[in-house]
């Protein structure tokens, strides 16, 4: 079974901006779109194992990805909810519409500023348009009544923007929630935050959630932007079998020791123990808990 009820699976790689927080300009792994039956192959494996969510992206925009309401509709047909995070640029109407239709539950829209800030960070995208695709869609899921899809919108304040101004600009749009996180280093990828050197577990290797990348290696981290990590293909083995196989087995035991110098993790300041929280602020999780996943928060085990 799996270690929670999500898996994510990253059907595109590539992304249409270039932006300051994020590391792609280290990227070496392909730059890819996922087959429709591979993707359908790991959602029916999913299903089997016990999954309630998918979530259809990693590191790439998943509007890039022509088929992503089909890959949505997929797992719709099988009763899973559903979850992307966009930077909305591409969000024309008929693909809003589109998204609505195939049964999208949850969006997320990062917006890392607002107007000039925005496009400091967004290098490649406009503040102007993206805000008038996000507000389009606000307009046509409020007309979806009851089958609305959930909106929320993450935040990571880059140029000493306030919590409070973040705050009055967007919670005076019809969304579900906001999140304002402080920036972190995408395990090495860049250094926004110090790398502690007394760390902790961040449970991901016992609790998930699966993560799968566009070429259909498995990792065990989210921040894993380059593929580090690999604990298995699923293109030569079943997710069933990479969850009980010795790579992750090794991990495992490795983050249960606190030894973690060869791994990624070694470089990663989420793993910092420190009295700061990551999450700046939350109107989902008024109490701002730490090792959570920032989509279905589901509580990691810590150690």
């Known amino acids: 079974m799996l270690p929670n009820t999500e898996i994510r699976i990253e059907t595109v790689s590539d992304c249409n901006s270039h932006c300051t927080i994020c590391p792609r300009e280290k990227m070496t792994r392909p730059i890819m779109t996922m087959?429709?039956?591979?993707?359908?192959?790991?959602?029916?494996?999913?299903?089997?194992?016990?999954?309630?969510?998918?979530?259809?992206?990693?590191?790439?925009?998943?509007?890039?990805?022509?088929?992503?309401?089909?890959?949505?509709?997929?797992?719709?047909?099988?009763?899973?909810?559903?979850f992307i995070t966009t930077n909305a640029s591409l969000l024309t109407m008929d693909r809003a519409k589109a998204l609505l239709d195939s049964g999208l539950g949850h969006i997320?829209?990062?917006?890392?500023?607002?107007?000039?800030d925005y496009n400091k960070v967004h290098r490649g995208l406009s503040w102007?348009?993206?805000?008038?695709?996000?507000?389009?869609?606000?307009?046509?899921?409020?007309?979806?009544?009851f089958d609305s899809c959930v909106v929320s919108v993450s935040v990571i304040p880059m140029h000493d923007?306030?919590?409070?101004?973040?705050?009055?600009?967007?919670?005076?749009?019809?969304?579900?929630?906001?999140?304002?996180?402080?920036?972190?280093?995408w395990a090495g990828g860049r250094s926004y935050r110090s790398v502690e050197t007394r760390k902790k577990s961040c449970g991901r290797p016992f609790n998930g959630p699966i993560q799968i990348m566009a070429d259909g290696r498995f990792i065990a981290c989210c921040f894993d932007f380059n593929g580090e990590l690999v604990?298995?293909?699923?293109?030569?083995?079943?997710i069933d079998f990479i969850l009980n196989g010795e790579p992750l087995r090794r991990l495992r035991s490795k983050h249960e020791s606190g030894d973690l110098?060869?791994?990624?993790c070694e470089r990663c300041d989420q793993?910092?123990?420190e009295d700061k929280s990551?999450?700046?602020?939350?109107?989902?999780?008024n109490t701002r808990e730490v090792g959570k996943t920032s989509s279905a928060k589901t509580k990691l085990k810590e150690m």
């Open 231 to 238: 604990i298995g293909d699923t293109h030569t083995s079943s």
């Open 261 to 264: 110098k060869g791994l990624l």
């Open 278 to 285: 990551p999450l700046l602020y939350s109107s989902r999780d």
């Open 35 to 82: 087959g429709k039956l591979h993707f359908e192959y790991l959602v029916d494996q999913a299903v089997d194992l016990g999954a309630a969510l998918v979530t259809p992206f990693g590191h790439g925009e998943p509007l890039l990805d022509p088929k992503i309401e089909d890959r949505i509709q997929y797992c719709t047909n099988y009763g899973l909810d559903t």
């Open 271 to 273: 793993l910092n123990i």
């Open 161 to 185: 923007e306030l919590v409070g101004d973040i705050r009055t600009f967007w919670e005076s749009r019809p969304i579900d929630f906001l999140e304002i996180w402080r920036p972190h280093g």
């Open 128 to 145: 102007d348009e993206t805000l008038s695709n996000i507000e389009m869609f606000l307009e046509l899921n409020a007309a979806c009544n």
């Open 108 to 116: 997320r829209f990062s917006c890392h500023g607002i107007g000039s």
